[in-house]
C-alpha cells in the first residue's frame, strides 16, 4: 500500500556531509510521522530525526546541531542533510513512514548505508 524509495548515502571522510532522500507513494490518506532511523553494527536501531505531520521535527542528541531533515508534504518526500559527519555517525539509515490508510501503518525503507571514514 505504501512504497518508500530512498536515495543517497555512501562513503565520506569525517567532517563531510552526505544528503538522504526518500519519497513514498502509495495509497494512503495521509502521512503523519516521516524520518530516519539508523542501526549501527551490533546496535539496536534508533531514531535519528523525525518529522511529524504538524510540522515539528525531533532529533536524537547526537543529530542536534549537524543533521537537518526536511520535510516535502506535496511531493511526499524526506530529507536528511547530515553534516559534519563522525565515524560514529556510520549506520544503515532507514526511511520510516507512519501513513494513515485505513490504519495507521508504519513502513520502512531498504535502508541506505552511510559509512564516516576518520
Known amino acids: 500500500q505504501v512504497q518508500l524509495v530512498e536515495s543517497g548515502g555512501g562513503l565520506v571522510q569525517a567532517g563531510g556531509s552526505l544528503r538522504l532522500s526518500c519519497a513514498a507513494s502509495?495509497?494512503?490518506?495521509?502521512?503523519?510521522?516521516m524520518g530516519w532511523y539508523r542501526q549501527a553494527p551490533g546496535k539496536q536501531r534508533e531514531p535519528v530525526a523525525l518529522?511529524?505531520?504538524?510540522?515539528?521535527?525531533n532529533y536524537a542528541d547526537s543529530a542536534k546541531g549537524r543533521f537537518t531533515i526536511s520535510r516535502d508534504n506535496a511531493k511526499n518526500t524526506v530529507s536528511l542533510q547530515m553534516n559534519s559527519l563522525k565515524p560514529d555517525d556510520t549506520a544503515v539509515y532507514y526511511c520510516?513512514?507512519?501513513?494513515?490508510?485505513?490504519?495507521?501503518?508504519?513502513?520502512w525503507g531498504q535502508g541506505t548505508l552511510v559509512t564516516v571514514s576518520s
Open positions: 502509495g495509497r494512503f490518506f495521509k502521512i503523519n510521522t
Open positions: 518529522s511529524t505531520s504538524d510540522g515539528s521535527t
Open positions: 520510516y513512514v507512519n501513513a494513515l490508510v485505513n490504519f495507521n501503518l508504519e513502513v
